[in-house]
C-alpha cells in the first residue's frame, strides 16, 4: 500500500486531557479520535491494528473448535433477570427502554444471551462439547472513563462460551481455551503471564487473567521467579509468617499513645518493629427481610498485622460475609468498641463482634493492638491468655514482596500487569440452572449445562501493548499487530526517478512475499517521514537515497535499533524477510 492511499494525521503534541503513555501515543499516532468520554473512533491505522488482532485471535480460536457466530449488542433484560443480574450487575450495565416501554440493555457481556441459544439448540449430549465465541462492541458505563483504550465505555471484546456434558467435560475445555489464549499472546509477541485470578462479577469456580507485563499496569501479578506459581494479588494465597505462636514473654500493659492512631505512628513512639502490631478494621454485613428492611446487623473485627493490608476480595469469600459486607459506621463502632477508629482492638469491647484473625496474626505473641480508648493502646497482648482465641483463623490479607511461595518453591515477587484476557470455568449454578438450560442425557433424562466464559478485549490489547512497548519516538509495535510491518521511505521519491524505480520494485517485492508493507509516496522530507512511521511505531523501516543508490545500497533499520544497517540493494528483501522470520 503507499501512504497517499491511507490517511496519516499524527500529532507533534497530545491533547491535554491524555494521561498515559498509550493514550497520548494513540492519539498522537492518529489511531484514536475521542468522541465522547470513554467513545472513540478508531481512525485507519489503528483500525488496522484492530483487524490483525482479531485476525490471529480468530484462528486460534477456529484450530482449538470453536465455532464463530455474532450476538447482538441490544439484549432483552427479560433474560438478564433470568439470572438476576439485571438487578445485580450494578450501574455499570446501561439500561434502556424501546418506544413500547420494555426494557433491554447494551451489552457488556452475552452469557445470557449464549446460554439462552444453547437452551434452544443443543438439546442432546450428543451434540456437547461445543464452545461458540464472537468478536462484538460492549459496552460498560464506566463512572470515570480514563487512560483511552485501557477504560473505555464502548470497546470491542472476543468472548465464548463452553457447553459440556459435566465438570471432567468442562475442565478439558477450560484447558483448551487456556491453551489457545497462551497461543495468542505468544502469537501477538508481547510478554504476558497468566495467573490464578478471583471470578468477580462473572462468578464460577475457576479463573486466570491474561495480564501483560508493564510497569503502568494497574494489576498486582504475584509470582515466584523459581517456579510456576503466579495469581493475582487478590488471590494470591498468603502464608503465615510465624510457624508457631511462642508462649507470652511479656505483662500487657496499656500503654499512652497520644495522638498517635496508625500502626506505623504508634511503633515508632514504641520504638518496636512494625511487625509486632496488629490493625484493626471492622465490618458489618446486614440481614434483611423479603421487604428489604435491616432485620439484624452483625460487626465483624478483622486483625492483620501492622505491615499487612485487608484483601477485601479474601475477605469477602468467608463463612458469614458471602452475601456482602460494608465498612462498620463510626456510630457502630462506637456502639461496640466505645471508642472511635484509631485506637481499636480485641480486648474491652462493650458488644460482642464477630472475630477474624490473619493466619500470622493468630500466631503472634505480645504483640500491641488498640486498647479501645482513645490515645491508648495495650502492648504485650497474647491470645489465650488476654484474650479469646478468635471466631476464625484465615487467610484475609494481600501477600507482600519475599513471602514464601504457596508452592514451597522460593519466595514471591510482585510485578505490574494490564488484564487482557480472562478465563472462568463457570458450572452449572450461575446461568445453565437459573435459565433453565439442559441437555438429555443418555437416559433422556434433563442435565444443566456446565459452562466456561472466556473473554479477550480486543481493543485494549492496543493499550496493553502500546504500554509494554514504547520509547521517547513513539510505539513500538510487534511484528504480528503492528498497522504495517515495513515501512519503505524513499528521500526524494516525486522528484528522483532512480529513487521512486527503487522503493516501487521493494514495495512491490516484499507485497508479493506477503508483508504488509507501505511506501511513503508523500514526498515529505527525511525527518518529517521518518518522525511519523517511528510515532505510528512500524518495526521496520527500508531508507531509499540517491547517496545510497550511487553505491547499490539501502538502508534497514528496525524500530528498536539505534543504527542503520547498510545493506546491498539485491540482498534487502532477503535481508529484511530474514527479520521478519526471526
Request: aromatic share 8%.
Amino acid at each position: 500500500m503507499k501512504a497517499s492511499q491511507t490517511f496519516i494525521s499524527t500529532l507533534k503534541e497530545a491533547p491535554a486531557d491524555a494521561e498515559i503513555v498509550s493514550h497520548k501515543l494513540m492519539m498522537r499516532a492518529g489511531m484514536i479520535k475521542r468522541l465522547g468520554a470513554g467513545i472513540y473512533n478508531y481512525m485507519p491505522m489503528g483500525l488496522r491494528v484492530i483487524r490483525k488482532v482479531e485476525a490471529i485471535i480468530r484462528e486460534e480460536m477456529n484450530r482449538a473448535g470453536a465455532v464463530e457466530l455474532l450476538m447482538p449488542v441490544v439484549q432483552p433484560a427479560e433474560l438478564w433477570m433470568e439470572t438476576g443480574r439485571f438487578q445485580a450487575y450494578g450501574p455499570e450495565l446501561l439500561r434502556v427502554k424501546d418506544r413500547h416501554d420494555r426494557d433491554f440493555v447494551i451489552q457488556p457481556t452475552s452469557e445470557e444471551v449464549i446460554t439462552d441459544i444453547a437452551r434452544q439448540e443443543l438439546r442432546s449430549y450428543k451434540q456437547l462439547p461445543r464452545t461458540f465465541y464472537h468478536v462484538q462492541t460492549k459496552f460498560r458505563d464506566e463512572r470515570r472513563p480514563r487512560f483511552g483504550v485501557m477504560r473505555g465505555r464502548e470497546f470491542t471484546m472476543k468472548d465464548a462460551y463452553s457447553f459440556d456434558r459435566d465438570k471432567a467435560s468442562a475442565l478439558k475445555s477450560y484447558d483448551t481455551m487456556y491453551r489457545a489464549y497462551c497461543a495468542i499472546f505468544d502469537r501477538f509477541g508481547l510478554t504476558y503471564r497468566a495467573v490464578a485470578a478471583d471470578t468477580g462479577a462473572i462468578g464460577g469456580d475457576a479463573s486466570h487473567e491474561f495480564q501483560v507485563i508493564a510497569d503502568t499496569g494497574e494489576d498486582a501479578i504475584v509470582y515466584c521467579p523459581t517456579s510456576d506459581y503466579a495469581a493475582n494479588i487478590e488471590l494470591a494465597e498468603a502464608l503465615s509468617l510465624i510457624a508457631e505462636r511462642a508462649a507470652p514473654a511479656q505483662a500487657m500493659a496499656k500503654t499512652p499513645t497520644p495522638g498517635k492512631s496508625t500502626c506505623e505512628d504508634v511503633a515508632a513512639l514504641l520504638g518496636i518493629p512494625l511487625a509486632s502490631t496488629v490493625k484493626s478494621l471492622v465490618l458489618a454485613t446486614d440481614e434483611k427481610n423479603e421487604a428489604g428492611d435491616i432485620v439484624k446487623t452483625t460487626v465483624w473485627l478483622l486483625l492483620v498485622r501492622g505491615d499487612h493490608a485487608l484483601n477485601e476480595v479474601k475477605a469477602g469469600k468467608l463463612p458469614g460475609l458471602k452475601g456482602g459486607f460494608r465498612f462498620a459506621t463510626v456510630a457502630e463502632i462506637e456502639d461496640h468498641f466505645g471508642c472511635k477508629p484509631g485506637y481499636l482492638g480485641p480486648i474491652g469491647l462493650k458488644k460482642p463482634v464477630k472475630v477474624v484473625a490473619d493466619r500470622t496474626v493468630a500466631n503472634m505473641s505480645d504483640f500491641v493492638c488498640g486498647a479501645n480508648e482513645p490515645d491508648f493502646h495495650i502492648a504485650g497482648v497474647n491470645w489465650g491468655r488476654d484474650l479469646p482465641e478468635p471466631d476464625l483463623v484465615a487467610d484475609i490479607r494481600n501477600v507482600v514482596v519475599g513471602d514464601p511461595s504457596p508452592d514451597g518453591q522460593g519466595v514471591l515477587a510482585i510485578q505490574r500487569g494490564i488484564e487482557v484476557g480472562h478465563v472462568f470455568y463457570l458450572g452449572t449454578k450461575k446461568y445453565s440452572e437459573p435459565m433453565g438450560a439442559t441437555y438429555l442425557d443418555e437416559n433422556g433424562k434433563p442435565q444443566p449445562f456446565e459452562m466456561g466464559c472466556y473473554g479477550i478485549g480486543v481493543t485494549r490489547i492496543l493499550g496493553a501493548a502500546i504500554e509494554q512497548n514504547h520509547d521517547e519516538r513513539g510505539i513500538i509495535w510487534p511484528d504480528a499487530i503492528a498497522p504495517f510491518t515495513v515501512a519503505v521511505c524513499p528521500i526524494g521519491y516525486d522528484r528522483n526517478a532512480d529513487v521512486k524505480a527503487a522503493a516501487d520494485q521493494l514495495h512491490d517485492e516484499l507485497a508479493a512475499l506477503g508483508v504488509d508493507v507501505v511506501l511513503d509516496d508523500r514526498g515529505e522530507r527525511p525527518g518529517a517521514m521518518f518522525a511519523d512511521w517511528e510515532l505510528i511505531g512500524v518495526p521496520h523501516r527500508i531508507v531509499v537515497s540517491d547517496r545510497g543508490l550511487k553505491t547499490g545500497t539501502v538502508e534497514v533499520q528496525g524500530r528498536r535499533e539505534t543504527a542503520a544497517n547498510t545493506v546491498p540493494l539485491a540482498e534487502a528483501v532477503a535481508f529484511v524477510k530474514g527479520r521478519l522470520k526471526a
